[in-house]
């Protein structure tokens, strides 16, 4: 099955600094890729996605790369704030109402 | 519009006991899966229902069973609970129009002793 992997675990950054999360994924069947933000005792929030049929998707400080042959996706925060503090969670799919393989998630602190 | 709603919001039981938890998803939508993420993990799949039927499964015993009714809510059953068995079980449902976004609600935290 789809395996999804997540790197670094931890990630601490100045505030209005840039932050990159990564994820890898094994399923060459993948098409959809969410990115995910909880906070602390709160449930998981989409923040962005992509489908395997663009590379890159913009929504004002956040945006997300996709290299299928690769088979990895990156989410890029600029000009962090310390609102974006959280832990990120990376998803793969197979598409339409199908079950999301989720990473074991990110920990990004800014630092104010 | 609300979102996804789930009940109860804390919940604790003794080992060997049943639990039966509640999900109400957005409204409009018919897709409704369920997830348990484990202190410090991501969630993992555990069902999903579309239209009543079930049309997944993840690598969870037979302990665990779930239903959707005609109003699209659902219920996740768990029988001869285990210790392992604590964690926030959420639930997530998406529309027929954007089929592949999944909108979680806010959990249901199990505790067991």
Do not use: M
């Amino acid at each position: 099955g789809e395996n999804v992997e997540q790197h670094p675990s931890t990630l601490s950054v100045q505030e209005g600094d840039s932050a990159v999360i990564k994820c890898t994924y094994s399923d060459s069947a993948s098409n959809y890729f969410p990115w995910y933000k909880q906070e602390l005792g709160k449930r998981p929030q989409l923040i962005i996605d992509i489908r395997s049929n663009v590379g890159e998707k913009k929504d004002q400080r956040i945006a997300v790369t996709l290299n299928k042959t690769a088979k990895h996706f990156s989410l890029h925060i600029t000009e962090t704030q310390p609102e974006d503090s959280a832990v990120y969670f990376c998803a793969a799919s197979r598409g339409a109402n199908s079950k999301l393989t989720f990473g074991k998630g990110i920990t990004l602190s800014v630092r104010p | 519009d609300a979102g996804v709603t789930q009940s109860p919001t804390h919940l604790i039981k003794t080992r060997g006991q049943h639990v039966t938890l509640r999900c109400s998803p957005i409204s409009g939508h018919k897709s409704v899966s369920w997830y348990q993420q484990v202190l410090g993990q991501g969630p993992q799949f555990i069902f999903q229902y579309y239209e009543k039927e079930e049309r997944g499964r993840g690598n969870f015993p037979d302990r665990f069973s779930a239903r959707q009714f005609p109003n699209y809510s659902s219920e996740l059953n768990v029988n001869a609970l285990l210790l392992g068995d604590s964690a926030l079980y959420l639930c997530a449902s998406s529309s027929q129009g954007a089929p592949y976004e999944q909108y979680f609600g806010p959990g249901t935290r199990l505790t067991v002793t």
